[in-house]
């Protein structure tokens, strides 16, 4: 039978699957349209977290994660609350030395020059809602180190993904972050994870949840030309510049939270030339469109 009959029949018999293949084609072609002016290496994936439809580009990329690895951190810590082998309520102290005075460090910030205690849940909230550096390398310890982050996170049948070096290692040479990898079909699994709430408990979840809401990062990416009132879970992540003007990382991951049409999205956008700037008002021209495809559902 010819191929365009079979198609007409397959629309008739299932209206529903054509207009969503219809519908993620036409997604697909728009976010084309602003990869192609990237001129860098651009990696997208959405997922509805209603129908699991989902679209993913450029997936054959390992793509430097930078701080969006903190999420996968923060989910195995929880795990470690909920198995009884930490506690959100327990104290944690973080000597001076422990803390890098030339990272991005809020820690640092309120804190100067001075040991730190505090509790477990208020040391998530710093790595997640503002991407301290210091709190992210004192978790990967209080975890067992970057292997055993990268085993649970594997052992939840997300392999596409590496994490291998902490935040102080990968400050010490341009090439280190290139270690932390990950694919967009791979952060869009630990999404649905995190939204279905199969990996962790439901407080965990909503603590999570609450934490990825209150990011304090930049509001430019994912939510930058979204309409206001709109709730984002999400987790960005940021690299330098090297001498040739190249950025290797401007990231953002989350879960855009529409009443009728809840979604996961995922933009890694490195190796460009230009600022952080150019990469947000990327990740943000994306953001925009597959908000306005999955408003109308």
């Not at 999420?71 to 810590?77: D, E, H, K, V, W």
Request: with cysteine; glycine share 6%; charged share 20%.
């Amino acid at each position: 039978m010819h191929r365009a009959i079979v198609i007409s029949l397959l629309c008739l018999l299932f209206p529903a699957l054509c207009n969503t293949s219809y519908a993620q084609s036409t997604l697909q072609q728009k976010i084309n349209t602003v990869i192609d002016t990237s001129r860098g290496k651009i990696g997208v994936g959405i997922l509805s977290l209603n129908t699991a439809d989902s679209l993913v580009i450029n997936n054959d990329v390992r793509y430097p994660m930078q701080s969006t690895y903190k999420f996968p951190l923060a989910m195995m810590i929880l795990h470690l609350v909920d198995d009884g082998k930490l506690s959100l309520t327990q104290m944690i102290h973080i000597t001076r030395k422990e803390l890098d005075q030339k990272t991005w460090s809020p820690i640092v910030d309120d804190f100067p020059d001075q040991d730190v205690d505090m509790t477990l849940s208020q040391l998530l909230i710093y790595t997640i809602s503002k991407s301290d550096n210091n709190g992210c390398d004192k978790l990967f310890k209080i975890a067992g180190g970057c292997t055993a982050v990268n085993d649970y996170i594997h052992s939840l049948g997300v392999t596409d993904i590496s994490i291998v070096a902490t935040e102080a290692q990968m400050h010490k040479s341009w090439k280190v972050q290139y270690s932390n990898w990950c694919r967009p079909s791979a952060m869009l699994q630990l999404l649905r994870m995190l939204y279905d709430g199969k990996s962790l408990s439901a407080s965990s979840k909503a603590f999570l949840m609450k934490a990825m809401v209150a990011s304090t990062n930049s509001d430019a990416r994912l939510k930058g030309m979204l309409p206001p009132g709109i709730i984002v879970a999400h987790k960005t992540g940021t690299s330098g510049t090297n001498k040739k003007g190249i950025k290797a990382a401007t990231n953002d991951v989350g879960i855009v939270m529409l009443p009728n049409a809840p979604y996961a999205i995922v933009v890694f956008d490195s190796d460009y030339p230009g600022g952080v700037e150019r990469g947000e008002h990327i990740i943000a021209e994306i953001s925009r469109i597959a908000y306005e495809e999955y408003a109308r559902r």
